[in-house]
């Protein structure tokens, strides 16, 4: 059921159109990690309690597994969260829906230099994850604790263009999100997404800064438009969204994993 690929070969080993019309079985794409773990007992239980083949295809970026889903190389994805998707959709014309919604798994700011948020210095060095919704999530972030100023702390997409008053003379650096835990100790501060924080040994316990649980930033399932009801992607989003799930997701990630389909 589980098979690795890496991003840059998906072209030509998942031909267009290779997913499934069959509602026996179905592909999935997933960011490789601990959240394919999570999508493995998924399977498990779809596959026992609806006879549902589901195949996961993990990938190392964020961008792929939406292109594969578009040209129908996937039934669906579960990595992102909505304002990624948004702005995916904006950016690049995608027809995409959310069939059903995963986790919520808080962003935080790391650093190997300093103990506290209180200790970053005047000019710190911070790492921002480069795509557009979680670069505007970490800047909102700073906005609310008054480290800048935003002249719109509304907008999901703010970039450091965006930053009206920088009175400490923050430097930031615009980064893939998997590359932020190699630069971590290049860095005075870098804003980590949980998908590769955790593999990378980083606990939100740890963070500087993170959100709590109220974070809009749930994670979904993605299907193209109109595949929502089909009825192997309503099995899958009824087999992800139980309690052998979320107890797969507590023990990888204990409080980091927030239900959010509750």
Known sequence: MRKTLLATLLASTLPLGSALADEHAIKVGTVAGPETDVMQVAAEIAEREYGLEVEIIEFTDYVTPNAALADGSLDANAYQHEPYMRSMVEDRGYDFAIAGYTFVYPIGAYSEKYASIDELPDGATIALPNDPSNEGRALILMHNLGMLELS???NLEATPLDIAE???DFEFREIEAAQLP???PDVDLAFINNTFAQPAGLSLDDALIKEGAESPYVN????RGGDEEREAIQQLVKSYQTEEVEAKAE???GAQA???WK
């Open 220 to 223: 979904l399932i993605a299907v």
């Open 182 to 184: 190699r630069v971590l």
């Open 258 to 260: 927030v239900p959010g």
């Open 152 to 154: 719109d702390p509304e």
């Open 251 to 253: 023990e990888l990630f």
């Open 166 to 168: 920088n009175p400490r």
